[in-house]
């Protein structure tokens, strides 16, 4: 397994794991495939120095990937940062998620980060999990603001300090 940076040639894999998400109404409020075409200002909106978006390799084949997002794109918040974790499905449950969410709280300092937020649907047990393991809490709770498939979804922010 290998953590690097996400090159451009990396979105349309990057997009594919992403709409792979969709359907099981779990981790995107997206309920429609996007496009690499869409995802194209939003990777170079991630800066290696400061938003990186990082993939995971197995064998050379990208079987997962995380980013940081600015936090409300106010200049205030410039130490906090939303993460978002994605995993193929073919790969889930070998740890993938785990490295990508600790390389991020290990090299949160270095990338000017004090603060790592996550926005996980309530039904998200897997997500929630994951996050709680690597010491983040529950912040905050919006009740049924999302609908997917007729159903009203709670959206639960988790937080951690990193320093």
Known sequence: MNIREATEGDLPTIVEIYNASIPSRLATADINPISVESRINWFYD???????????EIDNKVVGWLSFQSFLGRPAYHCTAELSLYVSPDYKRLGIGQKLLQQAIDKSPSLGLNTLIGYIFAHNKPSL????????QQWGF???VAVLDGIER???IVGRRVN
């Open 46 to 56: 991630h800066p290696p120095q400061s938003r990186p978006i990082w993939v995971m």
């Open 129 to 136: 999990q994951l996050f709680t393991k690597y010491e983040f």
């Open 142 to 144: 919006l009740p049924k």
């Open 154 to 156: 709670d959206l639960i």
